[in-house]
T-cell receptor, first 112, second 117 residues
Framework: DAKTTQPTSMDCAEGRAANLPCNHS???????VYWYRQIHSQGPQYIIHGLKNNETNEMASLIITEDRKSSTLILPHATLRDTAVYYC?????????????FGKGTKLSVKP | GAVVSQHPSWVICKSGTSVKIECRSL??????MFWYRQFPKQSLMLMAT?????????EQGVEKDKFLINHASLTLSTLTVTSAHPEDSSFYIC?????????????FGPGTRLLVL
């Protein structure tokens, strides 16, 4: 079972920041938070991951709360091509515990 | 970097035939490769995990004799759906784990859509 809770869907206006929340209240100390997205009929795309510090890359920023029980993925300037299902996953890297368990994710619709 | 390819991208076959799907990590060596299946309007379900040179580990409910996995090298894994039936029609996606990196991120292929008639 997925260890995360995400809203089923969200809308965002093109050019605005998209803030996608994720609750992972039972996260353990050695579990990372990963974000992937899946555009319709494609394989999932890796976005970003973090352990406890906030992270930023060319795609997005990941803000993790101090108690690590929740996080937010931020797409700073959403475009129509960012419309996808976004998955928040917690896992321990490597071994059988490191398997990615996909929940239902958040369907983000970016509108013009 | 970290590109994973799959071949074919889609395949149509008759019931009872076998279908082989290839997964390649193009610009990195993957210690572990994973196979997932996704039915329409559902999320990805892990089928099996494979390490180069060893037998695959299958998830509960996945028949190992039906879904044969061969992980021949650090850049190639194959999934063979044997004696395919219409209920095997699905979107099959592989991923490869980038060894030695913090978090051992998995990178996914584009998927193979299988239709069994």
């Amino acid at each position: 079972d997925a260890k995360t809770t995400q809203p089923t869907s969200m809308d965002c206006a093109e050019g605005r920041a998209a803030n996608l929340p994720c609750n992972h209240s039972t996260i353990s100390g050695n579990e990372y938070v990963y974000w992937y997205r899946q555009i319709h009929s494609q394989g999932p795309q890796y976005i970003i991951h973090g352990l406890k510090n906030n992270e930023t890359n060319e795609m997005a920023s990941l803000i993790i709360t101090e108690d690590r029980k929740s996080s937010t993925l931020i797409l700073p300037h959403a475009t129509l091509r960012d419309t996808a299902v976004y998955y928040c996953i917690v896992r321990v890297p490597g071994g059988s515990q490191g398997n990615l368990i996909f929940g239902k994710g958040t369907k983000l619709s970016v509108k013009p | 970097g970290a590109v994973v390819s799959q071949h074919p991208s889609w395949v149509i076959c008759k019931s009872g035939t076998s279908v082989k799907i290839e997964c390649r990590s193009l610009d990195f060596q993957a210690t572990t490769m994973f196979w997932y299946r996704q039915f329409p309007k559902q999320s990805l379900m892990l089928m099996a995990t494979s390490n180069e040179g060893s037998k695959a580990t299958y998830e509960q409910g996945v028949e190992k004799d039906k879904f044969l996995i061969n992980h021949a090298s650090l850049t190639l894994s194959t999934l063979t759906v044997t004696s395919a039936h219409p209920e095997d029609s699905s979107f099959y996606i592989c991923s490869a784990a980038l060894a030695g990196t913090p978090g051992e991120t998995q990178y996914f292929g584009p998927g193979t859509r299988l239709l069994v008639l």
